[in-house]
């Protein structure tokens, strides 16, 4: 059986058809661009094959309540061309199958759920850090959806005294990504997140937020692993300062074996980037 997975990004929309098992057996990456321009092309590259069913990942808002009329929209988004637009009728209505419909996020915790590193919880959180920050959390084997999703990207921080910069965030004075997204500590220090590698306090104060956002993931969901993954999290140096620092905030208060194996407890993504696509293949699986 052959299964569509559609990973629909800001920037970019990676197509691949794979199988049950996670098995990727084509895949293609095509820029984002208008519908008119976009969506044509897409549904070319599903045609070619016989798909049993299709998921779709997709950047948001989106409404994923099967109640609501507007089901399968992207709904509110800055990307003017998609905002309000039924991404998944129009999939439905060109390829005749079902259609399985989430995040983002909530895909590539998914992915991380079927395929990676979370197989063996019930309850987890993928958190990815990159143009902008996005939390899928899943509890007791299920993607929480709630009365939207959640917008974990949005909490508000306490800032850093010393932290000077006003956030990055259009609707929020110091939240996550405000503060701690990629743009943020562009804006921050005026140079490529990548360019900063070295320059320690950049990553002392990224790793502060970050662990701030982490302590009250923990006390609200409690969950049993945390996955961060996104651009920034590829500097990897950030793994043990984000540790040690969410451990000093909890400061004793949970206590528990995982935060006491705390190197597996926040771990970066298993499935080398494929943890959104492949949680699209599973959205299409679960949609059948
Ligand atoms: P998106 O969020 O758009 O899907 P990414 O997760 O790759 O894409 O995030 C892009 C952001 O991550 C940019 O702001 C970029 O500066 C930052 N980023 C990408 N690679 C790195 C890196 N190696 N180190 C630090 N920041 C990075
Ligand atoms: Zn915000």
Known sequence: MLLGALEAGGTKMVCAVGKEDGTIVERISIPTETPEITMPKLIAFFKQFELAALGIGTFGPADLNPQSKTYGFITTTPKLAWK??????????????????????????????????MQDVNNGIYITIGTGVGVGVMVEKQLLHGMLHPEGGHILLAKNPSDTYNGCCPYHDSCLEGLAAGPAIEGRYGKKAFELTDIPEVWELEAEYIAKALVNYILILSPERIVLGGGVMHQEHLFPLIRKKTLALLNGYVNTKQLADIDTYIVPPSLNDNQGILGCLKLALNAL
């Open 84 to 117: 309000n637009y039924d991404i998944m009728g129009e999939f439905k209505k060109a390829l005749g199958i079902p259609v399985g419909f989430d995040t983002d996020v909530n895909a590539a915790c998914l992915g991380e759920a079927a395929f990676g590193c």
